[in-house]
Nanobody, 124 residues
Framework: VQLQASGGGLVQPGGSLRLSCETSGFRLGDYAIGWFRQAPGRQREGVLCINSNDVTTYYVNSVKDRFTISREDHKNRVYLQMNSLKPEDTAVYYC??????????????????WGQGTQVTVSS
């Protein structure tokens, strides 16, 4: 089982990035996928989650109007579109998979599989 986040980088405030989470070794359509982030000196926090019915659950209010999660199960990929990025969005972003939907999906320990992170830096 593997999840690999990619697409991070350096972007100016107000800019956009699209992260990808490529999965393998399990049937993506049976799993919810969550995105987490961890900023320097801070605990990892759940950002949002998409279940197998394409329903999104947000865990961070400040991203609700800026971040969108989507999935293409036939490509084994989940995406995180991040718009209007702010310096406080700077963090390492991780994707993770859990069965039985997004219930409790703001807790890292609720997930069955975890991937490596990708760095997002928002700075001028």
């Amino acid at each position: 089982v593997q999840l690999q986040a990619s697409g991070g980088g350096l972007v100016q405030p107000g800019g956009s990035l699209r992260l990808s989470c490529e999965t393998s070794g399990f049937r993506l359509g049976d799993y919810a996928i969550g995105w987490f982030r961890q900023a320097p000196g801070r605990q990892r926090e759940g950002v949002l989650c998409i279940n197998s019915n394409d329903v999104t659950t947000y865990y961070v209010n400040s991203v609700k109007d800026r971040f969108t999660i989507s999935r293409e199960d036939h490509k084994n990929r989940v995406y995180l579109q991040m718009n209007s990025l702010k310096p406080e969005d700077t963090a390492v972003y991780y994707c993770a998979a859990k069965i039985y939907g997004c219930l409790g999906g703001d807790y890292w320990d609720a997930y069955d599989y975890w991937g490596q992170g990708t760095q997002v830096t928002v700075s001028s």
